[in-house]
């Protein structure tokens, strides 16, 4: 692909990569994502409604944005559990490059809501809450934060996560569409192309992002940053994007920073590669049936064998009880 004017100066991430930048002149930091082979992969394993894969292609790209900002070894996991159609959604990104994901859903329910025109991320999910949980490890404490879902969108739950856990002023963009492609028979592949930018405002001077006391002390709607211009200006840049800029492919995601931010120098850091690995194995479901009692592999037993799916990934492992009942 020719470069252009835009993006001659940079080598470009591609897709499945996060890109992390900076704009120093309105001090704020971020990170930039699109997202395509990756959710191919990733939802082609399951027999998900179309809307269900578009709310997980978004929940997913969240995750990476959220969970490339670690810098240990660990984890940042994306849950929901609510009352909806779909009650249930778990994204995980494990460091360094690591993602997984998946939904348990009613069909009726979801199919139902389509039919109202009611696709969208709240109608689908209903109300319950959201959990974004950073696992530093086995001897680490767990750090968990939680947003209440009350028809809001992915969007503002990210907004809503940094406003009550870090005070930190951040601004989210999501977007999720269908690609449409040939294959080597002439035939129409559909895929999926998903893409974000998280920006936040991190000045030096505590002052500029200090928030306005809270009135009665419940509620994050009682949360208000003092407005700095350098952050009113951030915001209404951002305001500018479109969906179809997110999603589509010959944007790169270097090119729309360059859109948004070239009058004030942007600076594009290393990209961070994100891959569809589950992680799961033979030998990891093997040490978790070890723990079950005798009774726990009885009742897991059918027709002589024990039969484990992974939800991720959709990977069957069989064993034989008796690899178990030595150890009992």
Not at 21 to 28: E, I, T
Request: some cysteine; aromatic content about 8%.
């Amino acid at each position: 692909m020719a470069q252009t004017q835009e993006t001659a100066a940079i080598a470009l991430a591609g897709l499945d990569a996060v890109i992390p930048f900076q704009v120093a002149p309105l001090d704020v930091r971020g990170r930039a994502v699109q997202l395509g082979p990756m959710l191919d992969a990733m939802l082609g394993r399951h027999d998900y409604p179309q809307a269900v894969s578009r709310l997980i292609a978004e929940a997913v790209t969240l995750t990476v944005l959220l969970g490339t900002a670690l810098k240990f070894e660990g984890k940042f996991i994306l849950q929901t559990q609510t009352d909806g159609a779909v009650p249930l959604i778990v994204t995980e990104f494990r460091t360094p490059s690591s993602v997984r994901a998946y939904a348990n859903f009613d069909r009726e329910a979801v199919d139902a809501l389509v039919a109202e025109g009611k696709s969208d991320a709240p109608s689908l999910m209903g109300n319950g809450i959201l959990a974004m949980t950073i696992d530093q490890g086995t001897y680490m404490q767990r750090y968990q934060g939680i947003v209440q879902l009350d028809g809001i969108t992915l969007e503002e739950v990210a907004r809503r996560y940094f406003l009550q856990s870090e005070q930190i002023p951040t601004e989210v963009r999501l977007a999720v569409g269908e690609t449409l492609t040939r294959g080597e028979d002439g035939k129409p592949i559909s895929g999926w192309s998903a893409g974000g930018v998280l920006l936040q405002f991190l000045p030096d001077s505590e002052e500029r992002m200090r928030q306005k006391d809270l009135h009665g002390g419940d509620g994050a709607e009682d949360y208000e940053f003092s407005t700095d211009d350098a952050w009113a200006e951030a915001l209404a840049l951002m305001g500018t994007v479109e969906d179809l800029e997110l999603t589509d492919r010959d944007v790169e995601p270097e090119r729309l920073l360059y859109r948004l931010f070239h009058e004030h120098g942007v600076h594009a850091f290393d990209a961070n590669p994100v891959f569809d690995d589950c992680g799961c194995s033979e030998d990891n479901v093997r040490g978790v049936l070890s723990g079950f009692t005798a009774e726990q592999l009885n009742e897991s037993t059918e027709e002589g064998e024990i039969t484990v799916t992974c939800e991720f990934c959709s990977s069957t492992y069989r064993f034989s009880p008796s690899e178990f009942t030595t150890s009992q």
